[in-house]
Every structure is written in C-alpha cells, then in structure tokens.
C-alpha cells in the first residue's frame, strides 16, 4: 500500500487542475491527473518526466458514469486509497437566460454540478471506509454574486455551493473535510474555452447590445488575473489544514468583491455593480 497522501484531481490537462496536480506533487503527493480527453496530457507529462513527479495520469469524464467509477476502481488497485479529492473540472456558458436552450442549461449542469455529484459519489465509500479525506469544490467569485449574460454558469456555481455545504454536514461523522475554493479571475484558458449559447451569437439578439457592453467591462479587468498557481496553494493550505474553513478565495478582486457583497445592503451592492457594467 502506498504511503503518500493521493490526490485526485479533475480536469487536469489545463489550467487550475494542471497546476494543483503539480502543486500537490511536488509537496509529496501521490497525484492522479485525470481528464476526459488524453491526447490533451501532453503539457502534463512534459512537467512530470522533467521532474519526475509523483502524477499518474488517467481517463475520467465527468459527464460519463462508467468513466468516473473506472478511474475510482483504477486509482484503488493501484494506490489503495483517495485522501483528497479536487473537483475542478468545468466550463462557462454564456448568453441571456432567454437564448439558452434547455439542451445547453442541461450540459452545462451536467459538467459543472452532476460532474461534481458523480465523482463524489464514486469516491466516498473509500474515503468514509478511510474515515478520513478532504473533498475540494472549484466553485467561483460567481457562486456567490451574479452577472448579466452568465447565468447558467452562475447557477452551475450557486447549486455546487449549497451542494458542497450540505456535504460538509453529512461527512463530518467520518472526518472527510469538505471545502470550496472562490476564484475571482484567473489566468487560464477558461475564458477562450467559454461557450457562447448557439441563439445568443445571432446579431438581432435582443440583448446584443447590452452583452457587449457589459461584456468590455468584464474583459477589462482580466488583465488584474491571478495565476492558477495561487488557486493550488489556496487549495494546499485548506487540505492541510487540521480545521479548514468552508470557503477560500482566491485573488484581489475576489477578496475585494465578497466582502462588499457580503456587507454592503443588496440594494447598493446591485446599483454598484450595474454602473460596473455599463448597465
Ligand atoms: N479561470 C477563471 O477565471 C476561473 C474563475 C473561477 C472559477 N474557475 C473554475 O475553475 C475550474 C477550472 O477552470 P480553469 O480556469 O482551469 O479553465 P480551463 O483551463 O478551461 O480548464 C477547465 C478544465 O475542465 C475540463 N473539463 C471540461 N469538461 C470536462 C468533462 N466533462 N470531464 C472532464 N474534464 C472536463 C477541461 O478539459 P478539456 O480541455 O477537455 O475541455 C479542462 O481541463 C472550473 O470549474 C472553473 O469554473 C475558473
């Protein structure tokens, strides 16, 4: 059996996931790096043949249940047991609630919420057997406050956060840590990865001009993006950590944002945020 800590993380060939499968094993875990598509490890391996890190590399699609209980059962033979698990995996859905279709509030669910539901439920019996573990959700600055033209997205990110609080409840009798992780901005490929919902990207889209404005005033404050790095290290301290807190966020907007949502009356925390956005 092996002794190291094991870590699986979803999601991993970019971005967050590739950076906290480094993180964690260059800080002596054993890493299982999966992803829905392996063609896509490349930048990965390159990393742990350089290093020679402690990363396996695995298949595992959030939106496919076979998928998920294989990369469990995988990980088990061979490492023996799952103390930490990242549920990172994810992808933004854009377009006003009007011009997206069921089909695309569907998948963008299935990825964002049943994706984290699916792999938690593959890993649990192991971690309650352990009576130990820590589950880590990627929620986001938008799991708290919402912005025009994001909305399943912002709903994805609301439902994963009263999910991931009732499941801190439920597990704590076994000890199983259970924390979300807020990103504000972060400098990854998620924005060029981001899905515009097929009636939204029609030019007499009622709403056309309204998303683009608010659209630049969003895009202009990328560039004050945190690396994906300061989102492993947040995750690090929290896994580590013998009582972590429920929630963590991660960078400068997302520390300045929360708080003005948490304290400031609703009424002038929306009239701030719509001359934000040009709205
Ligand atoms: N970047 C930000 O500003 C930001 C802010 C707040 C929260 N977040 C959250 O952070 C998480 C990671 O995003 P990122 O910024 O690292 O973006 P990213 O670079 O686009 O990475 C997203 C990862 O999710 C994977 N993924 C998507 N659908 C999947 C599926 N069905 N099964 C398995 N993997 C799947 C992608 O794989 P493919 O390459 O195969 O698509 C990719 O590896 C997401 O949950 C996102 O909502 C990001």
């Not at 033979?77 to 695309?104: F, T």
């Amino acid at each position: 059996m092996n002794s190291r800590q094991v870590a699986l993380i979803t999601g991993s060939n970019s971005g967050i996931g590739l950076a906290t499968s480094v993180y964690l094993a260059r800080r002596g875990y054993t890493v299982w790096a999966t992803m829905r598509n392996l063609d896509k490890a490349s930048e990965l391996r390159a990393i742990v043949e350089s290093e020679k890190l402690p990363i396996e590399i695995a298949q595992l699609d959030v939106c496919d249940d076979s998928s998920a209980k294989n990369a469990v059962a995988q990980i088990l033979q061979k490492s023996g047991r799952i103390d930490v698990l990242v549920n990172n995996a994810g992808y933004g859905l854009r377009g006003a609630i009007e011009e997206v279709s069921l089909d695309e509030w569907k998948q963008q669910f299935e990825t964002n919420f049943f994706g984290v539901i699916r792999v938690t439920q593959a890993v649990l019996p192991q971690m309650r057997a352990q009576n130990s573990g820590a589950i880590v959700n990627i929620s986001s600055v938008l799991g708290r406050m919402a912005i025009p033209f994001s909305g399943p997205y912002v709903a994805s990110k609301f439902a994963l956060e009263g999910l991931t609080e009732t499941l801190r409840y439920e597990l704590a009798p076994w000890n199983i840590k259970v924390i979300l992780i807020e990103p504000g901005f972060i400098a990854t490929k998620f924005q060029e990865n981001a899905q515009l919902a097929q009636a939204a990207q029609r030019d007499d889209s009622p709403y056309a001009v309204f998303k683009k404005a608010s659209g630049r005033r969003v895009q202009r404050n990328i560039y004050r993006a945190a690396p994906p790095e300061k989102v492993a290290e947040t995750i690090y301290r929290a896994i580590t950590h013998p009582t972590p807190k429920l929630r963590y966020a991660v960078g400068r907007d997302a520390w300045l944002v929360l708080p003005l949502r948490r304290f400031l009356p609703a009424g002038l925390f929306e009239r701030i945020l719509k001359k934000q956005l040009g709205l």
